[in-house]
Each structure stands twice: as structure tokens, then as C-alpha cells.
């Protein structure tokens, strides 16, 4: 009667929570309603169907109805906008990378490289001279890729 409709509001960790609101509220402003993380509505996902809600779209042009499942996620990283084009760049942090593969690639190819040679070196027999000219040019080329990642 009151215009009112309920929207259950689902989570990864199967909590649920009620929120009432009016079908031609915005998503943002369902954001902003259920308060479970204060400050943190940009960082808030909303699911409805499959689809990513946008916080423009009002919930009768979405088509949620009185008693909807929408799935809430809270994303860990800053939310999503476009770069300030009067900022200064970001510098990036030089006290140490993360572990991961990106940052052993660089060195496991050195490592590979460096076996070739070693083999190159006391197994001459071994390599023709197309398969050396071939290290070479590759030993050449892996050094002007890694110098111009890493060489600023």
C-alpha cells in the first residue's frame, strides 16, 4: 500500500538481508540504503539475472519486483572510475615486487639462456652453426626486451 517493495539481498556467505525501497529508486541509492558498509557503496557489486547493476537504472526498469534476489558482492579493491587527467602519474612503489610469475619469468629465462650457452660452450659438436646463430639472435633479442622493461 505504502509503494514500498522488499528486495532480499543476498551474499557469498548465504546471509540475507531485507531492504524496502521504492521501485523508482536507483540502485545507487539501494546502495546507500542498506548501510552494511559505510563509505564503502562504491566498492559494492550488485547481480540481478546474471547482469551487473548499474547504479543509474531504477529497479522498475530492471524489472525487480517485490521479493527479488539480488546477489551483493563487496569488491576488495578501489572502485572502479575513470583517471583524472589533471593528476600526476602514480609512481610505482620501489620497495619490492610480489611473488608471482610475471616477476620469475624475467630470471627463468635468464637461468634457460644461460644452460644453452653453458652446453653451447663445452658441447660444440652439438650445435650447428644455424643453431648458433639462432642463440645468439634470441640471447640478443631477450636482452633488448628485458633492458627495456626493466632499464628506466
Excluded at 559494492?44 to 519486483?65: A, C, E, K, P, V
Excluded at 583517471?83 to 630470471?107: H, M, R
Excluded at 634470441?138 to 628506466?152: D, E, I, P, R
Aim: positive net charge; charged residues 15%; hydrophobic residues 45%.
Amino acid at each position: 500500500c505504502s509503494g514500498l517493495i522488499k528486495i532480499r539481498l543476498k551474499f557469498l556467505n548465504d546471509t540475507e538481508k531485507v531492504a524496502e525501497v521504492r521501485p523508482e529508486d536507483t540502485v545507487g541509492i539501494l546502495k546507500r540504503s542498506v548501510k552494511l558498509f559505510p563509505g564503502q557503496e562504491g566498492q559494492m557489486r550488485f547481480i540481478y539475472r546474471g547482469q551487473l547493476l548499474q547504479d543509474q537504472g531504477t529497479l522498475r526498469s530492471l524489472h525487480i519486483t517485490d521479493n527479488c534476489v539480488i546477489h551483493c558482492h563487496r569488491s576488495r579493491g578501489a572502485p572502479a572510475t575513470l583517471p583524472d587527467p589533471t593528476a600526476s602519474p602514480a609512481v610505482p612503489d620501489a620497495g619490492g615486487f610480489p611473488l608471482g610469475a610475471g616477476n620469475l619469468l624475467v630470471p627463468a629465462v635468464v637461468v634457460l639462456l644461460a644452460v644453452v650457452w653453458y652446453f653451447r660452450l663445452s658441447y660444440r659438436q652439438l650445435f650447428s652453426a644455424p643453431a648458433t646463430v639462432s642463440l645468439i639472435g634470441v640471447t640478443v633479442l631477450f636482452s633488448f626486451l628485458a633492458f627495456g622493461m626493466y632499464g628506466q
